[in-house]
């Protein structure tokens, strides 16, 4: 099945204790993006990758760290949390820049940083 | 701005329609994008329009664009308590990689 797979889904942890959200995608994906969604803000990308080795700042990209070592995984890594960090994360991947552009997106993972 | 904007809250009656209003950013987006997001989940696609077209008609969903006013919205024919979840609009810009902009999402409720 054609999945996008995050982990962990849900999440509390404190302030400044490094955490990693994985990522991965069996679809042979080339772009993967990270998003957050908060209320009445909607989704707003994080950073994203075009291929392997290759990763730029969306436009909320302050806090997050990034690597694309494997084009199937594309961990979101926050090296010293903050409260302002809660959210609801997106992982997402599609096949490039296509026709129709379709992002397939993870499940989400819910981080509360107390 | 970069913003896309939708309102943030619709309520309907089961077989009422539904009509879902976007306001996007970029005159020279390609493509632009509904999705759903139901309880829990993440976003699936849920129909999609090229900019060189007017209207698209999928079963009970119809998308209209208005590229002069930058207007995109989402007609549900007959609505479902299936349907509540939340609706995304998003515009992907004419740049030279995948850049997808997300509206704020409106979150429909269908009531018996």
């Known amino acids: 099945e054609a999945q996008v797979t995050q982990n962990p889904r849900y999440l509390i942890t404190v302030t400044g204790k490094k955490l990693t959200v994985t990522c991965s995608q069996n679809?042979?994906?080339?772009?993967m993006s990270w998003y957050r969604q908060d209320p009445g803000l909607g989704l707003r990308q994080i950073y994203y990758s075009m291929n392997v080795e290759v990763t730029d700042k969306g436009d909320v990209p302050e806090g997050y760290k990034v690597s694309r070592k494997e084009k199937r995984n594309f961990p979101l890594i926050l090296e010293s949390p903050s409260p302002n960090q809660t959210s609801l994360y997106f992982c997402?991947?599609?096949?490039?820049?296509?026709?129709?552009?379709?992002?397939?997106f993870g499940e989400g993972s819910r981080l509360t940083v107390l | 701005g970069e913003d896309v904007e939708q309102s943030l809250f619709l309520s309907v009656r089961e077989g009422d329609s539904s009509v879902i209003n976007c306001t996007y950013t970029d005159s020279s987006s390609t493509y632009l994008y509904w999705y759903k997001q139901e309880p829990g989940a993440g976003l699936q696609l849920l129909t999609y329009?090229?900019?060189?077209?007017d209207m698209k008609q999928d079963q009970r969903l119809t998308v209209l664009l208005n590229k002069k006013d930058k207007h995109l919205s989402l007609r549900i024919a007959d609505t479902q308590t299936g349907d509540s979840a939340i609706y995304f609009c998003?515009?992907?810009?004419?740049?030279?990689?995948?850049?997808?902009?997300f509206g704020t999402g409106t979150r429909l409720l269908v009531s018996p």
């Open positions: 998003a515009e992907k810009w004419n740049t030279g990689f995948q850049k997808l902009v």
């Open positions: 329009i090229f900019s060189n077209m």
């Open positions: 679809m042979n994906h080339e772009y």
């Open positions: 997402a991947s599609s096949s490039g820049p296509t026709d129709t552009g379709e992002l397939f």
